[in-house]
């Protein structure tokens, strides 16, 4: 696979909202979680301009990106999405070492993370381990927390 990864661009919002909406759905939540977690997937181009961006493209097209800022003097992966018909074929894992090299050269010593439940094995065979849990309103009835993962850089 050719990917390219570049700058994101503001004029790609709205592109890279319906990546993060189409990933966040492959994993089988309900409907109605999907509607109530969509603004926050849904991404303005000031967001691009503001934060650190970067997109995986294939063949001209952008298949997954992610964001990276800083949490509490670390650097922190805020989205790392993948189209579904690229999940498991090399497009995260590219992703997200290209996070861990910019997150060196910017001089952070540690990468953290809030992991969706689903991708907590990706991102163990990245080398992140979980360091703890950030609770969430339960959503029918069902208890959510996503795990924050860590790794020194």
């Given at each position: 696979?050719?990917?390219?990864?570049?700058?994101?661009?503001?004029?790609?919002?709205?592109?890279?909202?319906?990546?993060a909406?189409?990933?966040?759905?492959?994993?089988?939540?309900?409907?109605?979680?999907?509607?109530?977690?969509?603004?926050?997937?849904?991404?303005?181009?000031?967001?691009?301009?503001?934060?650190?961006?970067?997109?995986?493209?294939?063949?001209?097209?952008?298949?997954?990106?992610?964001?990276?800022?800083?949490?509490?003097?670390?650097?922190?992966?805020?989205?790392?999405?993948?189209?579904?018909?690229?999940?498991?074929k090399?497009?995260?894992?590219?992703?997200?070492?290209h996070?861990v090299?910019?997150?060196?050269?910017?001089?952070?010593?540690?990468?953290?993370?809030?992991?969706?439940?689903?991708?907590?094995?990706?991102?163990?065979?990245?080398?992140?381990?979980?360091?703890?849990?950030?609770?969430?309103?339960?959503?029918?009835?069902?208890?959510?927390?996503?795990?924050?993962?860590?790794?020194?850089?």
């Open positions: 696979m050719n990917l390219q990864i570049l700058r994101a661009a503001p004029e790609q919002a709205n592109e890279l909202s319906r990546i909406l189409a990933a966040k759905a492959h994993w089988g939540y309900p409907k109605h979680w999907l509607e109530i977690w969509a603004p926050q997937l849904t991404f303005r181009p000031a967001y691009f301009e503001e934060n650190e961006g970067w997109v995986a493209i294939l063949n001209e097209k952008p298949i997954g990106f992610y964001t990276l800022q800083e949490a509490n003097g670390n650097a922190s992966i805020e989205n790392l999405w993948v189209l579904p018909e690229f999940i498991g090399g497009v995260g894992k590219t992703l997200f070492l996070a090299e910019r997150s060196r050269q910017r001089g952070y010593e540690t990468l953290q993370l809030e992991a969706d439940p689903n991708a907590v094995g990706f991102y163990e065979k990245m080398g992140m381990h979980k360091i703890g849990e950030q609770r969430y309103p339960e959503m029918d009835c069902q208890p959510r927390s996503l795990p924050i993962m860590e790794m020194k850089l």
